[in-house]
């Protein structure tokens, strides 16, 4: 358990900005408008959110529970592509 | 004996009218030495455009980019050689700004690409140098 816990230790800056990257970029992915922007918005609102976690501990939870997201956003973008829209949302109609 | 005298007073009164116009040609030469330099200021003007490495429209896209995310006011100063950090932008608005370059240009910028950006101007030396890479 604590060796467990001694693994998962607080993640660098740097780590955490490439794990943001690395969401965002998953977000960009997506074919529905939709889904791309909530996904886009809800990684920043989240990392915004943490941004003044102190407690290591804390910090390192946060980080592995966006990495779990980040699998979670990875598989549903396969899994959307399958399913494309053919007719594109109005808001990504250039005027 | 008279004559004697007489002549080196014309000597003496022959030399002084000599010099003068010694003087005058000497002058005219100096004069016409700058005249013979040729149009230099503008080879240096040339060769700064050459070392900055980034077109003008470039760095006004990026200046767009960073105002628009900062939600910086009209008036606020944005130009090349501003810092994205001096701005009041967190590593977070950075990698977000980074994000839209991404979209903006179509390319793909590097982790550690990504960590070198920290003004306009090395946003838009290190777009050029992607688009060039691309276009290759």
Redesign the interface.
């Known amino acids: 358990m604590a060796s467990s816990a001694a693994a998962a230790a607080a993640p660098s800056?740097?780590e955490v900005?490439?794990l943001?990257?690395s969401l965002?970029?998953t977000a960009?992915g997506f074919h529905d408008y939709n889904v791309r922007e909530y996904t886009k918005r809800r990684a920043?609102d989240g990392?915004?959110h943490n941004?003044d976690l102190a407690d290591p501990s804390a910090v390192a939870a946060a980080f592995s529970d966006g990495k779990s997201q980040l699998e979670v956003a990875k598989r549903q973008a396969i899994v959307y592509s399958l399913y494309a829209p053919e007719v594109k949302n109005v808001m990504e109609l250039k005027r | 004996m008279a004559t004697f005298t007489a002549t080196p007073a014309r000597a003496s009164f022959a030399l002084k009218p000599v010099q003068v116009p010694v003087c005058k040609i000497s002058n005219v030469r100096s004069v016409s030495l700058p005249v013979g330099s040729r149009s230099f200021p503008s080879l240096k003007a040339r060769r700064f455009q050459v070392s900055c490495a980034a077109k003008k429209e470039t760095v006004d896209k990026v200046c767009e980019i960073v105002r628009k995310q900062l939600a910086l006011p009209a008036d606020a100063v944005v130009n090349g050689e501003s810092r994205i950090s001096d701005l009041g932008a967190?590593?977070?608005d950075t990698?977000?700004i980074?994000?839209a370059i991404e979209?903006t240009f179509d390319i793909t910028v590097e982790?550690d690409g990504?960590?070198t950006i920290s003004s306009v101007q090395n946003a838009a030396d290190l777009i050029e140098e992607l688009l060039k890479k691309k276009g290759a």
Do not use: C, P
Request: aromatic share 4%; glycine share 4%; hydrophobic share 50%.
């Open positions: 800056k740097l900005l490439a943001l990257r965002l970029r960009g920043l990392f915004r941004k | 967190d590593s977070l990698v977000e980074v994000m979209e982790e990504a960590q």
